[in-house]
């Protein structure tokens, strides 16, 4: 039954990569309120589509920069005939008053992708910002602005790109994202908690709220994305560069690991929610048609170049991980760590991993990772490390220190969210030795809103910083990363606001890093 369910699935899917303009006829919804599809008669495009809300109102996107061309994002809200497909007619200029169209097109907003459309973009000159808006029926969307990546092998002289994660809904304002919107950058990469799938929070100082239950359906999930998305600060950010993206673990449920989650469903309930948790990733991020699941599965790690300036390694350190060890949250560490097979990004990426640092052309190799890399010891008396993060996968870090050790690939360094908080490491080749090499360096930004208030130095902070001497920085307010990559150096620049629980906090640099060109590690600038 499953196997069955998986391949009409497995179907659904190759179908959406081979055409959205091809016809299909929904079968009934699983528990989950995914559908699978067979190709059928027509689904007729509407003439003239009417829509009951502001069909725009979740704003546009772009993402998946490449030398020539971008995904293009955008979802129809209020689509009159829910039932109906919608064309949409897009438009790509090389000037903001549209008078200089460079391509357009039409794409289709097909139900079954909950009518998003994604336009995967070519023909379009390297290092260059282009400008883009969506027409259906009598409606037409904002106008969005794109950058393409420089040529392959390219010297751009300089590359800026943001990195952000955690945006928890009800505990903060967005205002990190309007300050965004108005940096100077290339890019913006995002390392997942795009949404919250929990209910409604229960504390007193929250700003706004969930409101449904947890999320399990694709339907649910759906409605999450568009609450979230609602945001006029997060679709300026959006409108304003492209985006890459990857998921963490609660855009399907706190914390899972492969077919494991911690409510005690059992892998193959799990699998569907999974399944319906990222049909809805997909369907309001833009991601490439690559990353289409086929049932529970996208293929999420990838790698994207900037010229010399940088290739960027995006991880997924959820699908293909073992489940945590130890009891799974922070604990005193236990033998579990070092079973066989323990792993967090599984062999395959590993060795993707790997293979993509040693014949990377770029001067900078940047890995987005989502869970804290470096080893952080907290406690009194009896330490602990948290075994969701790779302190729960020693082994699978050890090869990767031993691997950027001895095959020295040009500049690691690697970008992290989750935690909620801003550090800066040293990687090392051993983190018991603090005398052994430092093989790279990790830059771990804040949370946008999760968390809510934050604070410059917390007593967690003090405590992790006397006890693991590689972590060279800490600060507990809420933000966002800057980096500017020049010939010769990264620089980080850590933006942090005083409050996110009022509006309109001003933003400001707490703290700025440099990783000069072949020295790893970061100083203080
Ligand atoms: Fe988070
Ligand atoms: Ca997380």
Redesign the pocket.
Known sequence: MASVARSRRAFLADWLRASALCAIAPLPLDRFGVAACVAGEDVRPARNPSFSSSPFELGVASGEPGPDGAVLWTRLMGVSDPTSAVPVRWEVSADEGFRRIARTGEAMAHPDLAHSVHVELDGLEAGRHYWYRFHAGDATSPVGRTRTAPAPGSEPGRFDFVFTS?QHYERGWYTGYRHMARETCDLVVHL??YIYEEGPGLRTDLVRRHDTPEVRTLEAYRARYALYKRDLDLQAAHAAFPWVFTP???EVDNDWAGEHNHEGMTPSVFLARRTAAFQAMYEHLPLRSGAIPTGPDAQLFRRLDFGAAMRLHVLDTRQYRTIQPCGGRRAVPCDERFADGATILGEAQATWLRDGLDASPARYNVIAN??FMARLLEGEGELTLAMDKWDGYPEDRQRLMAFLDERRPSNPVVIT??LHTSWVNDLKRDFERPDSATVGTELAGTSISSSGDGVDVSPQGVNAMSLNPHVKFFNAQRGYVRCSLGTDRLRADYRVMPFVTRPDAPIATRASFVVEDGVPGATEA
């Open positions: 955690c997942g908690d963490d673990d609660h989502q869970v969210g989750d």
